[in-house]
C-alpha cells in the first residue's frame, strides 16, 4: 500500500494507509498477515534499502507475488532486541555473508519468500577494534538453507501464520546489506517505530464494529421489563467504548499527519504513545463488549470471543507495552535533562537572570500559579465549549514540567532504574498528548460544523476531565515523601513472593494449634 506508484504499489500517504487499517482491521488475522507483510516486512527495503534494492524486490512485494517476514525475535531475545545471538559472517572473498542461527514467532514465516533478517557481524571500529554488531539483510528463501517450522498454535490470531524460521549456512549477497554493515539496530528500531502508529487507527475500527453490534443487542435485549440500553451500568460502557475510539483515532491521525510532513519527522515517541494507549483501550473496551453480551459474548457460536483473543496480541508485540512506556519516558526526560543541565551551568557561571528566572518560577508556584500557555482567551485557538479541557491540559503540561524538574533534581542519571517512576511519568505523558489530539480534533469539527460535532465535545470534555484528574494524581505520587507512593512496598512484597517463587501467604483455614 505504502509502496511507491513507480515500483507497482499505491504509494498511500501514512494518513491514507491508517485509514484503510480501520477496514483490515475488522478481522485480526488478516490485518496481522498484512502488517507483517508491509508494515514490518518490506519497510526496511522501502525506508534503507538503495534504489537497486527497491527496483529488484518493491514490484513482486507490491503485486503480492512475494510476501515478506521481519525476522528479529529469537529464543532468548525479545524485548531486549541487542541481544541477538544470529550470525553473518563475511566469506573470504568479502562477496557474501554466510547465515546461521534461528528465529521466533516470526508472522507470514511459512509463507514469505522474501525476509528481512537481523543476525550479529563483526565490524572493525575506527580505532582498529573488531566488535559485534548488528546488520539488516534481505534474505530469499531461494537463496537456499532457509526452513521453517510448522505454524504456532495460538491463543487469538489464529488465522495469521506465525512459526520458526532457520537459516543454515544461507549465503546472502553482500549487496543485500540494508543500510551499512553494523547498522541494522537502527533500521529495526526505524521500521517498528514507523509502524506503530497504525495501531490507532486500527483499534478504532474495531472498537466502532463492537459498538454497532453491541448497541443493536443492548437495544433489543429485554431484562426486568426493561431494555439493556436503559441501564446506567450499560450506558457507561458504550461511554468507555466511544472515548476511547474517539480519543485513539484522534492521536492516530494527528501521528500520521506529522509523519506525512516533508522531510520525514521524527514521530517514534508519538507513535509509541498511539500504540500504548490504543492497545489497552482496546483490550478494556473488548472486555466491556463482552460483558455488555453475557453469555452470549462467551459463546464461539458469535465473534465476540475472537475480538477478545485477537486483541491481547495488541499489548504484546511491536514492542511489550512496558519497554515502550520505559523509551516515551526516558526519551522525554533526555530532552529534559539537557535544558536542565544547560540552567545549571549558566548558573554555575554566574548567570544571574537565569538564576532569579528559576527563584521566581518556584515562588509563583508554590504561591498558586495562574497557568495560560495561549489556548484559550481571545486569541486563544481552542474553541469555546472545549475551554475547560484546554485549561486542565495548560494547568497539566506546566506542572508535569514542575514535576520533571523535581525528578531529575532527585534521582539524576540513576533515574533509568526507577521503572515504577518511569512508568507514572509515561502515563502522563500519554494523557497530556491524547488529550492534545482530542482537543485538537473536536475544536476543528465544531469550527467547521462536521455533522454530531457536539458528540465529539463531550466526548472529549469526558475524557479530557478524566485524564487531567488521573495526572494529578500520579504527579502527586511522583512527588518525594508522598503517601501516595508505595514503590518500596510494591517492592518488598515482590521481593518476597519472587524469592520463593511462589504465594507465600498462609491458607484462611491453616492453624497453629
Known amino acids: 500500500m505504502q509502496i511507491p506508484e513507480e515500483y507497482g504499489g499505491l504509494g498511500l500517504s501514512n494518513t491514507m494507509y ?6 483490515t482491521s475488522l478481522d485480526g488475522s488478516i490485518a496481522v498477515t498484512l502488517a507483517a507483510h508491509q508494515a514490518i516486512g518490506l519497510k526496511g527495503i522501502l ?4 534504489e537497486e534494492q527497491k527496483a529488484k524486490y518493491l514490484p513482486r512485494l507490491a503485486s503480492g507475488e512475494h510476501i515478506a517476514a521481519f525476522c528479529l525475535t529469537e529464543p532468548g531475545s525479545g524485548s531486549d532486541a541487542a541481544s541477538i545471538q544470529t550470525r553473518a559472517t563475511l566469506s573470504e572473498d568479502g562477496k557474501y555473508f554466510l547465515l546461521n542461527g534461528s528465529k521466533v514467532w516470526i508472522s507470514n514465516g511459512g509463507l514469505a519468500s522474501i525476509f528481512t533478517v537481523f543476525a550479529r557481524t563483526e565490524v572493525v571500529d575506527k580505532d582498529g577494534q573488531v566488535k559485534d554488531k548488528i546488520t539488516a539483510f534481505i534474505v530469499e528463501r531461494d537463496f537456499g538453507g532457509v526452513t521453517n517450522g510448522k505454524p504456532e498454535d495460538k491463543l487469538g490470531i489464529r488465522g495469521s501464520n506465525t512459526c ?13 546489506v540494508i543500510g551499512e554493515v553494523g547498522g541494522g539496530f537502527k533500521v529495526a528500531m526505524n521500521i517498528l517505530n514507523s509502524g506503530r502508529f497504525s495501531m490507532g487507527s486500527a483499534s478504532a475500527g474495531m472498537i466502532k464494529k463492537l459498538i454497532e453490534m453491541t448497541s443493536e443487542y443492548a437495544c433489543t435485549r429485554k431484562q426486568f421489563n426493561k431494555k439493556l440500553s436503559q441501564f446506567g451500568l450499560i450506558q457507561e460502557k458504550f461511554c468507555l467504548m466511544a472515548v476511547k475510539a ?3 483515532e484522534s492521536m492516530a491521525y494527528l501521528t500520521a499527519g506529522m509523519m506525512d510532513k516533508p522531510g520525514f519527522p521524527d514521530c517514534s515517541v508519538e507513535a ?11 483490550w478494556a473496551c473488548v472486555s466491556e463488549a463482552l ?8 459463546m464461539k457460536d458469535y465473534p465476540y470471543e475472537r475480538y477478545l483473543r485477537d486483541t491481547r496480541i495488541l499489548l504484546i508485540f511491536e514492542g511489550t507495552n512496558e519497554i515502550l512506556r520505559m523509551y516515551i519516558a526516558l526519551t522525554g526526560l533526555q530532552h529534559a535533562g539537557k535544558i536542565l543541565t544547560d540552567k545549571i551551568k549558566a ?6 537572570g537565569v538564576a532569579l528566572g528559576e527563584f521566581l518560577t518556584r515562588l ?10 495561549g489556548l484559550v482567551g481571545d486569541r486563544g485557538v481552542v474553541h469555546p465549549s472545549l475551554q475547560e479541557s484546554a485549561k486542565k491540559l495548560e494547568e497539566n503540561i506546566y506542572y508535569f514540567g514542575t514535576t520533571v524538574r523535581g525528578l531529575l533534581s532527585r534521582f539524576g542519571k540513576t533515574i533509568v532504574e526507577e521503572q515504577l517512576v518511569l512508568k507514572r511519568v509515561a502515563d502522563v505523558v500519554i494523557n497530556l498528548y491524547a488529550m492534545t489530539a482530542a482537543i485538537s480534533r473536536a475544536s476543528r469539527s465544531i469550527s467547521i460544523g462536521l455533522r454530531n460535532h457536539d458528540h465529539e465535545v463531550l466526548l472529549t470534555n469526558i475524557f479530557c476531565t478524566e485524564a487531567y484528574f488521573k495526572n494529578n494524581y500520579a504527579m502527586t505520587q511522583l512527588e518525594k515523601y508522598a503517601d501516595e507512593n508505595l514503590d518500596d512496598s510494591i517492592k518488598k512484597a515482590a521481593k518476597q513472593i519472587l524469592e520463593k517463587r511462589a504465594y507465600i501467604c498462609s491458607h484462611p483455614l491453616d492453624r497453629t494449634f
Do not use: C, W
Open 164 to 176: 520458526e524460521v532457520h537459516f543454515e549456512n544461507t549465503k546472502v549477497p553482500i549487496e543485500n
Open 246 to 248: 474517539y480519543v485513539m
Open 291 to 298: 460483558q455488555i453480551l453475557g453469555g452470549l459474548g462467551y
Open 47 to 50: 525506508i534503507a534499502g538503495t
Open 347 to 352: 548558573i554555575k557561571k554566574g548567570n544571574v
Open 18 to 23: 491508517a485509514r484503510l487499517g480501520e477496514i
Open 364 to 373: 509563583q508556584d508554590t504561591l498558586g500559579r495562574k497557568v495560560d500557555l
Open 272 to 282: 509509541a504513545m498511539v500504540k500504548v494507549f490504543s492497545s489497552e483501550g482496546a
